[in-house]
């Protein structure tokens, strides 16, 4: 997955102007809401995630720990 700097949203907006934020992520696949200026959430679309092999039994946690792993440093690198 690569992120798209036009996909970078502040959760003040994202919390303000969702459909907005929706349009985004059919325009470019992902959006990644910053808190603190820093990426925290990462909304994609639901046929996207299911794309990103997932095991239909795994746990939310256990999905977060792997986007979290697999996009590290992206994350860090935006976080710059």
Known sequence: MQINTNSLV?????NKNF???????????AAVILK?????YVLMEYSQ?????FADT???CEVG???MKRY????KELAK
Request: no cysteine; proline share 3%.
């Open 10 to 14: 502040s959760i003040t907006e994202a």
């Open 19 to 29: 459909s907005r934020i929706a349009k985004l992520v059919d325009m470019n696949g």
């Open 36 to 40: 603190n200026n820093t990426p925290r």
């Open 49 to 53: 995630f299911e794309k990103e092999e």
């Open 58 to 60: 795994a746990t939310v």
């Open 65 to 67: 720990e792997k986007i």
């Open 72 to 75: 590290m440093s992206a994350f």
